[in-house]
């Protein structure tokens, strides 16, 4: 048991240095290349949606930005933070829900 915590404790550590997005990445690589072997249409099927959602939150940061410059979260404090992150979230997934309605 007493491995077993510092294996995780190890894990947790990495996880802070590298970034949740990372991990996400190279959960979705790792599903990827499970996937291909099986059927090698898929590759450029997720290809294309991974550059589509990828580009949709991009476009939708950039908005955020360029629409609100002075209220940036990272310069707020208390519920004007809050609200200016909120705004960013919604700004961003709007485009990614936009952009996987593509077809």
């Known amino acids: 048991m007493h491995t077993l915590k510092k294996l995780f404790i190890r894990a947790s550590e ?20 499970l996937v291909v072997p099986l ?31 002075g209220a940036d979260p990272r310069y707020l404090d208390g519920i ?6 909120t705004r960013r979230a919604t700004l961003v997934a709007a485009a990614m829900i936009a952009a996987g309605l593509i077809g």
């Open 80 to 85: 004007e933070k809050a609200m200016a992150q």
């Open 39 to 69: 059927n090698p249409a898929k590759l450029g099927a997720y290809l294309w949606a991974i550059s589509k959602i990828s580009g949709a939150a991009s476009v939708g940061y950039g908005v955020d930005w360029a629409a609100f410059r």
């Open 14 to 33: 990495q996880l802070d240095r590298i970034g949740n997005v990372w991990l996400w990445a190279l959960i979705s690589l790792v599903l990827l290349a």
